[in-house]
């Protein structure tokens, strides 16, 4: 990495996006840097994929190895740093880094993903992967015939309910607030699907959880309802904290549109509201958060990149 160049592309971030981004600006032989915190992005928190296409049953850590092979097999450069501003200064753009690096560049992608939000109880972090999941899409198949819970009452929360229903054999639904907010046609979803009749459904509202339970694996939450603070325990395999993601869209949280949800706004060119600097991935307003489609997000966003460098 050379502080003085000024590469043709910068793309920021590890996962999915950063990896498919980094890949088409090579194979158009742009001078591309690509700058992650940690490769591999959410996958590293993964297991078994089998939701991308033509890559049956894989280990998550084998899909970032396939990723890492190929963008390594096109000579792109990396850096293991953290970006933490990028700026727009005199036409070009300047990212500031954790290491203190200052890179530049004409084009930019931001990639950086999204974090589960987490409960934040006792349990959670030792009990991640071992019952607890923060995805019904990815880990619901799992859960064949087993008693789960989903935490949250919003719409990830409610769609998570929708994939567990032909899956699961009793669902507990926990919320903090009095009733659940979800769209009312994810609601009437719920109440009106055929499944009901073949499982037992609980919601369990005005209730914060207190606790994950468990010995090697997840067998249970310890909840206490807020008005009276009576606690009770809930027994179950498999818990789904569907309380929605944080993007990680602080490092341009001050110079380009961000939405009400704290992602970065693009249009459908993968454009940000700043001349050059582009984004994809769960990092933006681009809905379903899955890694087929962060992957497809960070070609365009490349190939968007490469096409308005075509024009400067
Ligand atoms: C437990 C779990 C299971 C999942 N299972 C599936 C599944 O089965 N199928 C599926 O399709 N999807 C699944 N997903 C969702 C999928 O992983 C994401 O949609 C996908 O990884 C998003 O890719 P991304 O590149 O946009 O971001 P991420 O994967 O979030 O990667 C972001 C990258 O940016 C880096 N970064 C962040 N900030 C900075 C910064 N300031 N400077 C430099 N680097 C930075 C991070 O270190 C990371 O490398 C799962 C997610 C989780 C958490």
Not at 54 to 72: C, M, P, T, Y
Request: hydrophobic content about 40%; overall charge negative.
């Amino acid at each position: 990495m050379n502080q003085n160049k000024v590469y043709d592309m910068i793309v920021v971030g590890g996962g999915p996006a950063a990896h498919s981004a980094s890949l088409y600006s090579r194979r158009k032989e742009l001078d591309t840097l690509m700058v992650a915190k940690e490769e591999g992005g959410q996958l590293l928190y993964s297991s078994e994929i089998d939701n991308y296409l033509g890559i049956s049953d894989v280990e998550a850590f084998d899909l970032v190895k396939k990723f890492r092979n190929h963008v390594d097999k096109y000579g792109v450069e990396k850096l293991d740093d953290e970006v933490l501003k990028v700026e727009k200064n005199e036409g070009l753009l300047e990212l500031a880094t954790e290491k203190n690096a200052t890179l530049r560049a004409r084009t930019v992608v931001i990639a950086t993903g999204a974090k589960w939000r987490k409960l934040d109880v006792p349990g959670e972090e030792e009990f991640t992967g071992k019952g607890l999941s923060y995805c019904t899409t990815c880990d619901g198949p799992l859960y064949a015939n087993a008693d789960v819970a989903i935490i949250g009452g919003g719409n990830s929360a409610f769609e998570g309910i929708i994939d567990m229903l032909p899956i699961a054999n009793r669902i507990v639904n926990v919320d903090i607030a009095p009733e659940p907010i979800a769209d009312p046609v994810l609601q009437r979803h719920v109440e009106n699907s055929e499944h009901m009749g073949d499982l037992e459904f609980k919601g369990y509202y005005g209730h914060e959880i207190v606790e994950i339970l468990g010995d090697d694996m997840v067998t249970g939450l310890k909840i206490r309802e807020v008005e009276t603070e009576e606690e009770k325990t809930v027994d179950v395999e498999g818990i789904f904290v569907e309380i929605g993601l944080i993007p990680n869209s602080q490092l341009v949280g001050d110079l380009v549109e961000i939405n009400d949800a704290g992602e970065v706004v693009v249009n459908c060119e993968s454009k940000t509201s700043v001349d050059g600097l582009f984004a994809a991935g769960d990092v933006t307003n681009v809905p379903e958060k899955q890694i087929i489609i962060a992957a497809g997000e960070g070609a365009k966003a490349a190939l968007g990149a490469y096409r308005y460098l075509i024009h400067q």
